[in-house]
């Protein structure tokens, strides 16, 4: 069986550098082929996200600023992705993102790709 995020091409957003770096590997450990982090939504501004990213986790909030608009154009764009954060008050991510998948921190490396791989349309054997 082939790993979870087999192939993929995986967008990190997370302003915490452990963190960014222990997922990073988590997705290349699970077979992600391409990584990137991103630690400031201005580094991936104006960037075709659709086309370069088959997936994406991303934290709540990057350096004090909201991602959720962010997220918004990550579903227009059909990119899956999940949320990743300490913020655990899930009601506003929970109506304005149906579906999409909340893991909070401090978070186990498996529950993670296992989301990502859901969002992404891969499912767990076993």
Do not use: H, W
């Not at 997220?71 to 059909?78: H, I």
């Not at 993102?97 to 891969?122: M, T």
């Amino acid at each position: 069986m082939p790993p979870l995020l087999d192939g993929l091409r995986i967008l990190v957003l997370e302003d915490e550098f452990l963190i960014a770096m222990d997922v990073e590997q988590l997705c290349r450990d699970n077979g992600a082929v391409e990584v990137a982090i991103a630690r400031d939504l201005t580094e991936i501004d104006g960037q075709e996200i659709a086309s370069m990213f088959d997936g994406a986790i991303v934290d709540l909030m990057l350096g004090g600023t909201s991602t959720l608009d962010f997220a918004f154009g990550l579903r227009e764009a059909g990119v899956p992705f999940v949320f990743a954060s300490g913020y655990t008050d899930a009601s506003e991510i929970k109506a304005s993102f149906p579906g999409v998948k909340l893991i909070g921190k401090p978070y186990a490396g498996e529950d993670l790709v296992r989301a990502l791989a859901e969002a992404c349309g891969r499912t767990a054997v076993g």
